[in-house]
Each structure stands twice: as C-alpha cells, then as structure tokens.
C-alpha cells in the first residue's frame, strides 16, 4: 500500500515542462524576426523601385489636326 504521506518528486515534469516552453518561445522568436527580416526586404525593394512607373515612355506619335480643304496635302494622289 502506497504511503499518504510521503510527497513524490515531481520536479522532472516541471523542468521538462519549462525546457519545452523555452524552446517553444524560442521557435516563435524566431519566426518572428526572420519575418520582420523578410518584410524589411520587401519594404526596401519597394522604396528602390517606386518609381519606376515615372520612367520615360515611348513618345506616341501626335494625330494630325486639319481641315477637310487640307486633305489634299495630306493625302497622296
């Protein structure tokens, strides 16, 4: 018969408990600032590249404005 009064050592549970938090804070920390890394990276290659919209275009050519009475110019015979 197992004896009431004598307290067992449950000291194993709790540091394996505490080693497993550690390493589960540890893990999140992580992935935490390899994402904040990430999107710094990101960030950068934004502002490098904003503005690149800006750039000069191909220039189009401009329609001809006329008259009917200057259509013979403009077209050939």
Known sequence: MKNPFQK???NTGLFAGLA???IAAGGIAYLYFKRKKEMAA???FKK???ADYLKE???RPKKH???????HVIAPQ
């Open 8 to 10: 067992e050592d449950s």
């Open 20 to 22: 497993m938090g550690a």
């Open 42 to 44: 990101i960030e950068a």
């Open 48 to 50: 490098e590249h904003a």
């Open 57 to 59: 275009k191909a220039p």
């Open 65 to 71: 404005k006329s008259d009917v009475d200057e259509l």
